[in-house]
């Protein structure tokens, strides 16, 4: 089963509390999720990244997301297939970062409805 990586800051998380549209569809599916994030110990605290209903993955900027190697860490630290992978985020630089990799990404406008996330999770689940 494939596995959706959320980014935290600006994608799952808004003004320090979940974004619940973005939640509630993520929990219409079974898959398992990971939130991905740059963000150091004081920063999970100041962003709200805390308590958070998935798992937190963070390399505390060593590197960001927008460097290759935070996903080949990411991959090699869990043994993840990249083909079970399925990435939401909405920093374009850590998009590319991704696809770079062969992981399927979904670049994530919180100004769109969902309705495109929930098409994209379809086709790739």
Same mark, same amino acid.
Do not use: A
């Given at each position: 089963m494939k596995i959706i990586l959320v980014d935290a800051w600006n994608t799952l998380i808004k003004n320090k509390n979940l974004d619940i549209d973005l939640y509630n569809l993520l929990e219409r599916f079974e898959n398992r999720k990971i939130i991905l994030t740059n963000a150091n110990n004081?920063? #999970?605290i100041d962003?709200?990244?805390v308590?958070?209903?998935y798992d937190v993955f963070? #390399?505390?900027h060593d590197p960001n997301k927008d460097d290759v190697l935070y996903f080949k860490l990411f991959i090699k630290k869990h043994n993840f297939s990249i083909n079970n992978l399925i990435y939401i985020? *909405?920093?374009?630089e850590a998009v590319k970062s991704a696809e770079s990799l062969g992981i399927k990404t979904h670049h994530y406008n919180s100004k769109d409805s969902?309705?495109? #996330? *929930?098409q994209f999770l379809l086709k790739n689940i």
């Open positions: 004081n920063e #999970l962003y709200g990244i308590e958070m209903p963070s #390399l505390s985020e *909405h920093n374009q969902t309705d495109k #996330l *929930h």
